[in-house]
């Protein structure tokens, strides 16, 4: 190898070291930006305030495992349900990304990594299902989401997913009701 094949590849570790400590850093801050959600909101989520529920679940979802510090799965899905259960869109949207194991919203490097590694349980037929729900409360991007997912499920899961619209009882919602253990 010549010496500017090492000063090159010296100069790529260099930038990848530092691309961590971004992200790290970055990671750190929308840590502190949800917890600040979490407590402009929270006291109007337990009044019963939809959009504070939305909210609410949204600066906890997601962690990778069920649980993960600040992030919490089951509760984010409990306070989404709440907002979703009062015809709040964003909420039911968000409970569709959820169960399809998208979770991870904007420059969230580190977050995005540990996502696609992560074994994180889906329920397409019911993720689809939410995002159908959405796009009747009135939601255009959810409308846009559930298409696309749509276009990649099986006919099983085609199958369960309008099952699912058809049926006369509430659509799961919890995280421990979707997949209990």
């Known amino acids: 190898m010549t010496l500017t094949g090492i000063y090159r590849l010296g100069c790529c570790l260099l930038l990848l070291a530092l691309g961590g400590c971004v992200g790290a850093a970055m990671e750190g801050a929308n840590i502190t930006k949800d917890k600040v959600v979490y407590e402009k909101h929270i006291d109007a989520a337990r009044a019963g305030k939809a959009e504070a529920e939305f909210e609410v679940g949204q600066a906890l979802c997601c962690s990778i495992g069920d649980r993960q510090g600040f992030y919490d799965t089951r509760a984010?899905?409990?306070?989404?349900?709440?907002?979703?259960?009062?015809?709040?869109?964003?909420?039911?949207?968000?409970?569709?990304?959820?169960?399809?194991?998208?979770?991870?919203?904007?420059?969230?490097?580190?977050?995005?990594?540990?996502?696609?590694?992560?074994?994180?349980?889906?329920?397409l037929p019911l993720?689809?299902?939410?995002?159908?729900?959405?796009?009747?409360?009135?939601?255009?991007?959810?409308?846009?989401?559930?298409?696309?997912?749509?276009?990649?499920?099986?006919?099983?899961?085609?199958?369960?997913?309008?099952?699912?619209?058809q049926s006369p009882k509430p659509l799961p919602c919890r995280w421990d009701e979707v997949f209990p253990q």
């Open 76 to 123: 984010a899905t409990d306070w989404l349900c709440k907002a979703a259960g009062q015809g709040y869109a964003p909420a039911s949207q968000k409970l569709g990304q959820i169960y399809s194991g998208n979770v991870v919203q904007g420059v969230r490097l580190m977050r995005r990594i540990a996502e696609k590694i992560s074994d994180r349980p889906t329920n």
């Open 127 to 165: 993720s689809y299902t939410w995002l159908k729900v959405a796009e009747g409360q009135g939601s255009s991007d959810a409308a846009e989401d559930a298409k696309e997912l749509w276009s990649g499920l099986n006919e099983l899961q085609r199958t369960k997913a309008r099952a699912l619209m």
